[in-house]
């Protein structure tokens, strides 16, 4: 089952994660093919439900309900986001990053999910 726009999110940010340096500024709206206003929304639920961390979320008007920008270079996954993501995507903890990443890899080039497997190719190549 392909993933909704939240875990597209999610796994994106675990893909990145598992470089020995991870930079999530890597990931944007436009990497992820989304338009802005989902992708901030999507940074929002993940933090509201704490399988993300330390997202600054900018906000506009006090009446708007969706963030008008991110900054993600503080952001860290959190113990119930990777679990969250291993358990819901046949992964292991104990496995190596490069497995981890492969499998995802073969996931989202299944799921059609271009910009992701743009994501993956260029993950797997740095490890």
């Known amino acids: 089952m392909k993933p909704d726009t939240k875990q597209q999110v999610l796994l994106a940010l675990y893909t990145e994660y598992q470089r020995d340096l991870p930079n999530f500024n890597h990931i944007s709206a436009a990497s992820l093919g989304m338009e802005v206003e989902t992708f901030n929304f999507a940074l929002k639920k993940l933090q509201d439900e704490e399988l ?3 997202v600054h979320l900018i906000w ?3 009446n708007e309900s969706v963030p008008m920008g991110v900054i993600l270079s503080l952001c860290k996954l959190t113990r119930l986001g990777i679990e969250y993501v291993e358990q819901n995507f046949g992964l292991v903890n104990g496995w190596p990053a490069a497995q981890k990443v492969m499998i995802l890899g073969s996931k989202y080039q299944e ?3 271009q910009e992701l497997f743009r994501l993956y190719s260029r993950v797997q190549a740095e490890l």
């Open 52 to 54: 993300i961390g330390d």
């Open 60 to 62: 506009g008007d006090e």
């Open 111 to 113: 799921w059609g999910l």
